[in-house]
Every structure is written in structure tokens, then in C-alpha cells.
């Protein structure tokens, strides 16, 4: 997700239905470690004449742990108020035989014949029908078009699928949409069938042969345009836009091309079997679903105003989900991801200075906003407060001093490594670590514990005094952020008079006040430090003090 696009669409959404902040209050839902789903296959009925889904839910679950007679999927209940919405099950079946069960507080419990063996797979049928009160988005696009769009994010699944609701928990996915014939339909994987199964009525299957968390299993129905790119890096690629902006979007979303090769040449190859960029009506600005990409419907203007929007989200195939996070606390290694390595495409496709000017903004929003909590923030119920500054732009900050602490050709190594061992699984801050340790051969427990689980940043003050008769330059740092000083190189650059190119120093800062002294011919005119911006930490203030032996 793009944190600024996906808040702006969130405020419109919220507003515009009349509802309070609260309303999108998403308790984490826990990881069932009793169970692990392999596959899910939803049979979904969807409608013009009603926003009620008829589905059928076949589950095969494998039971790690012996003696489990009773366990639980994610799956909400109907609200008893006004709008009776949520999902009404009206039986389990496992093969021929009913299974008992329990619906509450919206979770599915599913009573086995007897308990489970260690390594035991079992295949459930669970039936149900009902209104979304989330999740699956059924409304009108901006040209007033019915549409239905999947927004899982970040465990909202649950309103609409019955599934273990949680990042940790991945499985391979079909999804079999039964929809009104003049809806196209797209979802994860590669389309397995397309069929007029009775007059207006079209079946449309498409399936995963890898697996994905269901913050990322969605499909989409509404009235498109398709423009198909061809393979890119080995990847089927394609544009679902809305016919009424065709041209437009066909040209806005054709930049994926080049976003694709970036990110295959510099990780390796693509996750899934396809990609399409999909125009969408969503609650978010744009959401990174495994293979089919939905982006809000004003990312299409004919001008190509999303081409970071676009990377953000194409990064994400490989950060997010691919290598996933093991719980939100560790969503950085997301959304920080995805923000920094759309800064190194910006950075390959046209020059440092794009990257420069994105890392600036990046540090403007982080010191702006002044959220003083860890990046890895476990004190969190709800994971849509951990959509914030330090997921995003200090995630992204985190990853380009790492850059500069080991080396661009060690970074990527390290990057390489940590992906494929983590393709299609979960991983942890601690995880990576150790992979970028590993690819170092560096102890970096300072640099994770200062910037990853320590609030905050450095905040420096400089003070200068050259003694002409000396030629002698004297520097004073302090840091004044309080708590733990914070350890880090520090360049500098001196600027003189009759120099055209500065003079660089690098220093190792390590304690809350430090001095230096240089011998230097010519007095400065400036100090600037950091001038290629390699760190985060807000410069207060760089003084010259004034004596009688000054120049």
C-alpha cells in the first residue's frame, strides 16, 4: 500500500459514508497454530439484484498438532443491528458427513469425528451466504457502474471468507465467481476457466499454484477494459481499466512494463504467474494483491501521475507478500520495503537525485510528524495505526543507512538472500538481521536496536572556530535528542573560498558530545554535513563561534 494515497482515500471513504474513526478499528486477529491451511477454494454467487454472496468454502487443513477435536476459522457473524450484514453458515460438511459447529463473536468453530493425528489433512465444505459488512467492496465506480472489489487489508477477510484471517497462516487459493455476464472478473493466479454456464450467467475461475497470506486474496468484478502487454521478464502482463478511461489508463498503467524488468532484474524472478494493474473502487489508494494489483480509481488522468504508486505496489509482489511478515509488529519489513525500493527504481531509472529528493521528503514527513514509538511497535491492538511514518518512510530510512553501512553490492546481496530464503514464508526484524549479518559479516545489533526498536532520531547541533594563526579547524557536536546517544558516520563537507570542490571528512559519532580537530589552510565559508544524505537525523543548527584568532 502507498501510505499517502491509501490515507487520502480513506479520509474520503469514511466521510462520505458518514462514520467514525472507530469504524475501522480491526482488532489483530490471532494466529491459530493448531491448524495450517493449504488451500482455500471459494465458490462465490454474486448478484445485480442484491449485495448478499452466496458462497461455498472448500478448506483443506492440515492438524501439526495431535489431539485437536475442535478448531476455528476467522469468519464474521450477522450484525444484529439495522443493516444485517455478515455471514450466516448454514452447514459443514466433511465429504459426505455433517460436521457440528458453532458461529460466535466471528469465529467458526468446527467439531472434528475424532481428534487429529499429527500431519492429518482434513477437507471441510463450508456453506454460507450473506452481506459484507466489509472486506468485499460492492458499490459504484466514479462512472456510476456497479463493481465488486476484494479490500482485505489488513485482516478483513473475515467479513466475507471463511479463512484463518492472520499474515502467518498462507495458503494457495481458487476462486470460482459466478457473476452476471457482463462482468469481467479478475483474481489471484492464472485463469483456469471462463464458461456461459445458463443464459446471463458466466463462471470465471482463477487459482494460485503458490501460496498467499488473505490479506492479499481478492478478486474483482466489474466492466473492463483489458489490454493485454504481453510477457515482460517472464511475466504475462496486462491493464483492467474502466472502459470509460481506456486510452488513458491504458497509457498510465503501460509503465508497469519498465517498473516489472527493474525489480526482476535486481531480485530475481517475479512471484506469481501473472500481473495485472487494475483500476479499482476500494477503500485504499492501492493495494498490493498477489498478482492483480487494484489501484484507486483516480490513479488513471492520462498523465502517468502513479509511476511511484505503481513501483510501491510491484515492490510489494516480492516484500509483503511473497517474504511476509511473521506478525504486524514487523511490517516494516512491508511497507518500508516497498517505500525504499521505490526510491532505488527512481534512483536506476533516472538519477541519484530523484532517490535524493524522495529520501528528503521521506525525512521531511518523519520530523513532521514526530511519532515518537519504536518501528517495531508490538504495543499495538489495532495493526491500521501501524499504516504511519515509521512503517513507511523510517522503514525505507532504515534500509538506506543499512545501504550505506554495508555497501551497495553487500546490501543487494543481503536483500537477495534474505528473499529467497523467506520466498513464500514469514519472517521476522530478528529474521533479516541475521541474513544481513550473515552477507556482512558485521555485528549489527547497535544499528537494528538504535533504529528499528528505539523511538526517535538524532538531533545534532554544530558549533566551528578556525584559529587563523594555528590553521587549525575545531568542531563540536552535540546530540540533543536526549536518552541514548545514537552511533553513526557522519560526513562532512568544508567549503572554502578559493576551493570549488569541498573538502570531505567522515566521522564516527558514538557519544552525545564530541570534538575534532583539523589542520586546514583556508578557513571555511560553510560546513555542510550529511550532503549526500545518507542519515536520519535533523540538523538544528551548524554555528560558527567567533574569536579573536578567527580567519
Known amino acids: 500500500m502507498n501510505l499517502s494515497a491509501r490515507v487520502w482515500v480513506l479520509l474520503v471513504w469514511l466521510f462520505a459514508c458518514g462514520g467514525v474513526a472507530n469504524s475501522f478499528a480491526q482488532v489483530d486477529l490471532p494466529n491459530n497454530?493448531?491448524?495450517?491451511?493449504?488451500?482455500?477454494?471459494?465458490?462465490?454467487?454474486?448478484?445485480?439484484?442484491?449485495?448478499?454472496?452466496?458462497?461455498?468454502?472448500?478448506?483443506?487443513?492440515?492438524?501439526?498438532?495431535?489431539?485437536?477435536?475442535?478448531?476455528?476459522?476467522?469468519?464474521?457473524?450477522?450484525d444484529k443491528g439495522t443493516f444485517k450484514k455478515g455471514m450466516t453458515v448454514t452447514s459443514v460438511m466433511e465429504g459426505p458427513a455433517k460436521r457440528f459447529f458453532t458461529h460466535e463473536e466471528d469465529r467458526l468453530s468446527i467439531q472434528?469425528?475424532?481428534?487429529?493425528?499429527?500431519?492429518?489433512?482434513?477437507?471441510?465444505?463450508?456453506?454460507?451466504?450473506?452481506?459484507?459488512?466489509?472486506?468485499?467492496?460492492?458499490?459504484?465506480?466514479?462512472?456510476?457502474?456497479?463493481?465488486?472489489?476484494?479490500?482485505?487489508w489488513p485482516n478483513r477477510a473475515h467479513h466475507w471468507l471463511p479463512s484463518v484471517d492472520h499474515p502467518g497462516d498462507k495458503a494457495t487459493v481458487q476462486f470460482s465467481i459466478t457473476a452476471p455476464d457482463r462482468y469481467q472478473v479478475v483474481a489471484n493466479g492464472y485463469k483456469v476457466e471462463e464458461s456461459s454456464i445458463e443464459p446471463g450467467l458466466k463462471l470465471h475461475a482463477w487459482k494460485t499454484d503458490v501460496v498467499i497470506p488473505t490479506k492479499v486474496m481478492v478478486f474483482g468484478a466489474a466492466a473492463f477494459a483489458v489490454q493485454e502487454l504481453g510477457v515482460h521478464s517472464g511475466v504475462p502482463l496486462s491493464s483492467w481499466v474502466y472502459p470509460q478511461n481506456r486510452e488513458a489508463g491504458f497509457f498510465d498503467y503501460e509503465i508497469a512494463e519498465q517498473v516489472l524488468d527493474f525489480f526482476v532484474g535486481k531480485l530475481g524472478p517475479f512471484p506469481y504467474q501473472k500481473l495485472a494493474n487494475v483500476q479499482s473502487t476500494t477503500r485504499y489508494g492501492g493495494m498490493e494483491n498477489a498478482s492483480n494489483i487494484f489501484y484507486a480509481e483516480q490513479s488513471v488522468t492520462g498523465k502517468r501521475i502513479s509511476e511511484d504508486l505503481i513501483a510501491h505496489e510491484i515492490a510489494h509482489q516480492w516484500f509483503g507478500n511473497s517474504?511476509?511478515?511473521?506478525?504486524?509488529?514487523?511490517?516494516?519489513?512491508?511497507?518500508?520495503?516497498?517505500?525504499?525500493?521505490?526510491?532505488?527504481?527512481?534512483?536506476?531509472?533516472?538519477?541519484?537525485?530523484?532517490?535524493?529528493?524522495?529520501?528528503?521528503?521521506?525525512?521531511?514527513?518523519?520530523?513532521t510528524q514526530n511519532l515518537m514509538r519504536p518501528v517495531v511497535d508490538?504495543?499495538?491492538?489495532?495493526?491500521?495505526?501501524?499504516?504511519?511514518?515509521?512503517?513507511?518512510?523510517?522503514?525505507?530510512?532504515?534500509?538506506?543507512?543499512?545501504?550505506?553501512?554495508?555497501?551497495?553490492?553487500?546490501?543487494?546481496?543481503?536483500?537477495?538472500?534474505?528473499?529467497?530464503?523467506?520466498q513464500y514464508g514469514n519472517a521476522t526484524t530478528k529474521d533479516f538481521q541475521a541474513i544481513m549479518e550473515a552477507a556482512s559479516g558485521k555485528d549489527l545489533d547497535t544499528f537494528f536496536e538504535q533504529w528499528l526498536y528505539r523511538s526517535g532520531?538524532?538531533?545534532?547541533?554544530?558549533?566551528?572556530?578556525?584559529?587563523?594563526?594555528?590553521?587549525k579547524l575545531t568542531l563540536k557536536l552535540s546530540q540533543n535528542q536526549g536518552g541514548t546517544p545514537y552511533i553513526f558516520p557522519l560526513d562532512i563537507d568544508l567549503f572554502a573560498s578559493q576551493s570549488i570542490e569541498p573538502e570531505r571528512h567522515t566521522v564516527d559519532v558514538d557519544q552525545k558530545e564530541m570534538e575534532w580537530t583539523w589542520k586546514l589552510k583556508v578557513a571555511p565559508t560553510e560546513l555542510r554535513l550529511d550532503p549526500d544524505t545518507w542519515l536520519l537525523a535533523e540538523i538544528l543548527d551548524v554555528v560558527e563561534e567567533t574569536s579573536g584568532n578567527n580567519r
Do not use: C
Open 33 to 78: 497454530p493448531e491448524i495450517d491451511v493449504l488451500h482455500y477454494h471459494f465458490e462465490l454467487t454474486i448478484s445485480d439484484s442484491t449485495d448478499e454472496i452466496q458462497g461455498l468454502a472448500t478448506i483443506q487443513v492440515e492438524f501439526p498438532i495431535p489431539g485437536i477435536q475442535v478448531f476455528s476459522l476467522d469468519l464474521a457473524t450477522p
Open 112 to 152: 472434528l469425528a475424532a481428534p487429529a493425528a499429527s500431519g492429518n489433512v482434513h477437507t471441510f465444505q463450508i456453506s454460507y451466504h450473506g452481506v459484507p459488512a466489509d472486506g468485499l467492496i460492492i458499490s459504484q465506480n466514479k462512472y456510476g457502474d456497479r463493481t465488486f472489489f476484494g479490500d482485505n
Open 323 to 367: 517474504a511476509t511478515e511473521a506478525t504486524w509488529d514487523h511490517i516494516w519489513l512491508s511497507e518500508g520495503f516497498a517505500t525504499y525500493f521505490t526510491q532505488l527504481y527512481r534512483e536506476e531509472t533516472y538519477d541519484r537525485e530523484k532517490l535524493v529528493e524522495g529520501m528528503e521528503q521521506n525525512r521531511t514527513r518523519i520530523f
Open 378 to 422: 508490538s504495543d499495538q491492538e489495532d495493526p491500521n495505526t501501524l499504516l504511519n511514518v515509521n512503517s513507511y518512510q523510517k522503514g525505507a530510512w532504515v534500509l538506506h543507512m543499512l545501504r550505506r553501512e554495508v555497501g551497495d553490492d553487500v546490501f543487494w546481496l543481503g536483500v537477495k538472500n534474505y528473499y529467497e530464503a523467506y
Open 457 to 471: 532520531w538524532p538531533k545534532l547541533k554544530m558549533t566551528w572556530s578556525y584559529d587563523k594563526s594555528k590553521s
